[in-house]
């Protein structure tokens, strides 16, 4: 679930004031170079110069309140949006991002009213199905969840699966791994700052990796502000270190797409995408096996209610080779909505889910069948509760 507020860019009309446009314009830039608190004071300024002016458009609105939201400004954030209904009431991405705001405050009751307002106004945004989903999960209706669920992959892929990909999958089935070439097989993750949400869980993963998923290599892509000490010790765990850095004016959050650099690693064979949060788990190692013995090209997993992404950035892999670089696929991304810390899926939607969906396996204990998903196989069970790609640091007590 994300926001639907395009960064607006806007071209001034004749009658637009020359501050008030070049106020949306600071605030633009000012938000693609991660400069969030001086892009919301910026687009705070800016709305209430175009209000003054009455040259208020829907997108100062929705732009203001993507960033109240990020900045965690609840009540601001309701009250803009409201604002923008009594104003725009014909839009429908008004109520749709009122809903995000009022799922965030755990008001489902009203999210679910605000997403079947912005329906009711000719919506299909995959936002509107995401926020249902989640809301009626968290309400305990897997009967209205699921369906939901099913609405927003389904979305999604209309929106994404008809673009031309940007490259073809090989015929035929891809050549079988060969587990006693470790170095050829990568499950990558990215991983900056000392935060123990991270630490924790990955350090594990590399004690468990020999164990659970031996023939295969851990690589960590990671920014020079990570502990060397901790480093040091992922080292001496046969973790493989690539130091990255972020290029000026980028913001923080495409360091997430930093682990994607291994699908073009002309050295990889077969990579998986993980999180740095999450722990490996047998459920994913037997969902693994089953698509190393298929002849599909990719796969995926999907186990939580809010796995409603088409690829989620650290439960996907494939075969190397096939997909192009990250700075490709970068060119290829639009920015359908605005950009913010989902990056990572939008831009596995936009660019990498055309090429992939010509040949993966999706393992999916909650919507299949959507999209071609089957169930995960009936082996490795995690409790209740549990899931493949969960934040285990929620869970996970080091030892002391």
């Keep these: 679930m994300s926001w639907s507020g395009r960064n607006p860019g806007i071209a ?28 919301l004071d910026l687009q705070a300024r800016a709305t209430e110069a175009a209000a003054v002016a009455g040259s208020l458009e829907p ?9 109240l939201h990020a900045a965690k400004r ?9 604002r923008g209904i009594a104003q725009f ?35 299909d945004s995959p936002n509107v199905h995401d926020c249902l989903c989640d809301c009626y999960n968290r309400l305990g209706r897997p009967d209205l969840a699921i369906p939901a669920g099913r609405a927003a992959l389904a979305a999604k892929d209309r929106m994404f699966g008809g673009r031309a990909p940007l490259m073809r999958v090989p015929d035929g089935a891809p050549p079988p791994i060969n587990l006693l070439a470790p170095a050829e097989n990568v499950i990558a ?31 960590v892509y990671h920014d020079r502000d990570v ?10 765990l046969n973790v493989e270190l690539r130091p990255m850095a972020l290029p000026p004016n980028q913001p923080a959050h495409r360091r997430l ?26 459920k994913e190692r037997v969902a693994i096996d089953a698509w190393l013995g298929s002849h599909q090209w990719f796969h995926a997993m999907r186990d939580w209610p809010s796995h409603t992404d088409l690829l989620l950035a650290g439960m996907w892999g494939g075969v190397g080779g096939v997909l192009p670089d990250v700075a490709t696929l970068l060119g290829a991304y639009t920015a359908w909505r605005t950009e913010n810390d989902h990056v990572d899926q939008d831009v596995l939607s936009e660019a990498v889910w055309p090429v992939v969906r010509q040949s993966i396996l999706i393992h999916d204990s909650v919507f ?33």
């Design 12 to 39: 001034a009309a004749p009658a637009v004031p020359p501050m008030l446009d070049q106020l949306r314009r600071m605030a633009s830039e000012a938000y693609a170079r991660g400069a969030f608190a001086d892009a």
């Design 89 to 123: 009431p014909r839009n429908p991405a008004m109520p749709e991002n009122l809903a995000v705001f009022l799922l965030a405050r755990g008001d489902f009751a009203g999210a679910i009213a605000a997403s079947d307002h912005a329906i009711a106004l000719g919506s």
């Design 189 to 219: 993750y990215c991983l900056w700052g000392n935060a123990p949400r991270y630490q924790v869980p990955l350090l594990e993963n590399a004690r468990l990796a020999p164990h659970l998923f031996p023939g295969w290599t851990l690589r």
């Design 74 to 82: 609840f009540d601001e954030g309701e009250a803009i949006l409201r």
């Design 59 to 67: 997108n100062d609105i929705l732009f203001l309140g993507l960033m």
């Design 257 to 282: 797409l930093w682990r994607f650099d291994v699908i073009a690693d002309p050295t990889v064979r077969r990579f998986l995408c993980r999180d740095a949060d999450s722990l490996l788990t047998v």
């Design 227 to 236: 502990d060397p000490g901790y480093l040091q010790g992922l080292a001496a």
């Design 368 to 400: 299949a069948p959507c999209l071609g998903s089957v169930p995960f196989p009936p082996f490795g069970s995690l409790p209740p509760g549990h899931h493949v790609g969960e934040n285990a640091f929620l869970r996970f007590m080091p030892n002391t």
